[in-house]
């Protein structure tokens, strides 16, 4: 029995950088070596050192080659998997492979937001409650995971809430799954778990489609969408509340889902859009005649990246509208 752990760098694994800043540099075995009662788990974890980056620099294909080797990782006999990086764009990486993971291992992924170097720096805590849930008979068809803060979250709901806040990973729609309290990992809700996708062979090659998202604002005159549909496959709106805009958008954003698919999100932080409540030019009921597809529940980082692996594998217009009536 073992844990495999993949460190990708991110604040948890950053050190000095003579002055000019802290870098990730710090290894798995520095991570490790850094947690007290890691060893009292009777696991031991089998570190691949694969990145040692910002978050902001991961690519679709470098976590898709992770999930890759986390599936082989579980394959060979491990019975958990922890991923550690940075948490800038965890969000999106932890749903990413939630959405191809096909195991009943649990996938985990932490980090930290205070670096080594500062007082109650949170890793060691954040890495040591990764392992207990990777190891935990509990967690096992839970899918992938993001633990942080002593709370267990479902990736596909999770968000980053705050810039700097130790409790920065929450769950709006949902709350937690559960928690790690006195080491023992309690899990209170079990989330619905969707068949997982299959991993298109131009997303690991790193011919992923380009899919823009754009926020809507006030007064928005939309020019920066203009010539969109030449340059990309797919495009997410996140729009004022309920899923609206300006109603001088609303053929321009027509226009474009006669091209390109075109997924309707709510800028918000938490809630769905609608489908069919406000009648006005620019309403959801309105862009939704015009052809956007209904992006649900899901955030527009989220909605992002569930359209890039769509669009990835082939999918045609009908074929995402199904995928967001399912994963939205
Ligand atoms: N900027 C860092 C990163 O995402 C922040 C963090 O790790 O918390 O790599």
Do not use: C
């Not at 969000?91 to 195991?103: G, I, K, P, Q, S």
């Not at 709370?151 to 790690?180: C, D, M, Y």
């Not at 969408?225 to 997410?236: K, N, P, R, S």
């Amino acid at each position: 029995m073992s844990i495999a752990l993949f460190t990708l760098g991110g604040t948890i694994a950053m050190a000095g950088h003579g002055g000019a800043g802290v870098v990730a540099r710090l290894t798995g075995a520095d991570l490790t070596a850094a947690v007290p009662g890691l060893a009292d788990l009777g696991v031991p974890l089998e570190v691949r050192d694969t990145h040692a980056v910002p978050s902001a620099h991961l690519t679709f294909p470098q976590l898709l080659a992770v999930v890759g080797a986390a599936s082989s990782a579980v394959a060979a006999g491990a019975e958990g998997v922890v991923v550690t990086q940075g948490t800038d764009t965890l969000e999106e990486t932890a749903y990413l492979a939630d959405l191809v993971w096909a195991h009943e291992a649990p996938l985990v992924f932490t980090g930290a937001m205070r670096n080594p170097t500062l007082a109650g720096a949170d890793g060691p805590a954040n890495l040591l409650a990764a392992a207990r849930v990777a190891a935990a008979p509990e967690a096992r068809g839970l899918g992938t995971l993001v633990v942080f803060n002593d709370e267990i979250h479902a990736a596909r709901w999770v968000r980053k809430t705050h810039s700097t806040s130790t409790a920065t990973f929450a769950s709006p729609n949902a709350g937690p799954l559960g928690h790690v309290i006195e080491g023992r990992v309690r899990v209170l809700t079990t989330p619905p778990r969707h068949a997982p996708r299959p991993v298109p062979a131009a997303a690991q090659e790193g011919d992923t489609p380009r899919v823009a998202l754009y926020t809507v604002s006030l007064d928005d005159d939309g020019v920066l969408l203009d010539g969109l549909a030449d340059t990309h496959q797919g495009l997410v709106v996140a729009g004022f509340g309920v899923g609206h805009v300006p109603g001088t958008l609303a053929p321009v954003l027509g226009a474009l889902a006669e091209r390109v698919p075109v997924v309707l999100t709510s800028r918000s932080g938490s809630g769905s859009v609608l489908r069919h409540t406000y009648g006005a030019v620019g309403s959801e009921t309105d862009l939704r005649r015009r052809g956007l597809i209904d992006g649900g529940l899901l955030d527009p980082y989220k909605a992002r990246v569930l359209l890039r692996l769509l669009l990835a594998g082939g999918a045609d217009r009908e074929a995402v509208t199904a995928a967001f009536a399912r994963h939205g």
